[in-house]
Antibody, heavy 116, light 110 residues
């Protein structure tokens, strides 16, 4: 059974950093691109970043470029999202998803709240 | 960026058929495949994939759900609607980065 379990969310001050993790199991992690998607409270879904299966390439939405870094450890079957210089508008539930798009497998999400 | 436009809300009676649309700002077809996916999201839950590449039913999704469309115009159909279908439905394009979602259609029961 595919499982994706996010962790690392919490309350953080503006300008500070936070690192999210997504522990994957039940599939061949190193064969799949992986993606982060976020959802601000009462808002819609927003793609954040994608990393290729081998970690060679990463893609970001403009609003997080230069502040967020997606990475992975295929040996540990874990996906990461390093978030620096956090802003109020980064407040959201962050989901990891298997694949690029059209993914049937998502984690339960981890809430990040950015506050002064 | 590719913009996906969805109607904000829909109200339908139980047992009836409903359709919801997703219109894209540019063609998302390539070699006969449409790079549009549909998700259902209930409050407090993660999104659930319903339809991939416009018309393919995801695993364990009831056959009441179906998808159609091409190029810039896509439709999700639920027939018949059940009480458990109350949720917000999102379309997503996987054609190019940045990947984008529609703003969602909230389905309510009359």
């Amino acid at each position: 059974e595919v499982q994706l379990v996010e962790s690392g969310g919490g309350l953080v001050q503006t300008g500070r950093s936070l690192k999210l993790s997504c522990a994957a199991s039940g599939f061949s992690f190193s064969d799949y691109h992986m993606t982060w998607v976020r959802q601000a409270p009462k808002k819609g879904l927003e793609w954040v970043a994608t990393i290729t299966y081998d970690g060679d390439r990463a893609y970001y939405r403009d609003s997080v470029k230069g502040r967020f870094t997606i990475s992975r450890d295929n040996a540990k079957t874990t996906l990461y999202l390093q978030m620096d210089s956090l802003r109020f508008e980064d407040t959201a539930t962050y989901y990891c998803a298997m694949g690029l798009t059209g993914s049937p497998h998502w984690g339960q999400g981890t809430l990040v709240t950015v506050s002064s | 960026d590719i913009v996906l436009t969805q109607s904000p809300a829909l109200a339908v009676s139980l047992g009836q058929k409903t359709t919801m649309s997703c219109k894209t700002s540019q063609n998302v077809d390539n070699f006969g495949k449409s790079y549009i996916h549909w998700y259902q999201q209930k409050p407090g839950e993660q999104p659930k994939l319903l339809i991939y590449f416009a018309s393919n039913l995801a695993s364990q999704v009831p056959a009441r759900f179906s998808g159609s469309g091409s190029e810039r115009d896509f439709t999700l159909t639920i027939n018949p609607v059940e009480a458990d279908d109350v949720a917000t439905y999102y379309c997503q394009q996987g054609w190019e980065f940045p990947l984008t979602f529609g703003s969602g259609t909230k389905l309510e029961i009359k």
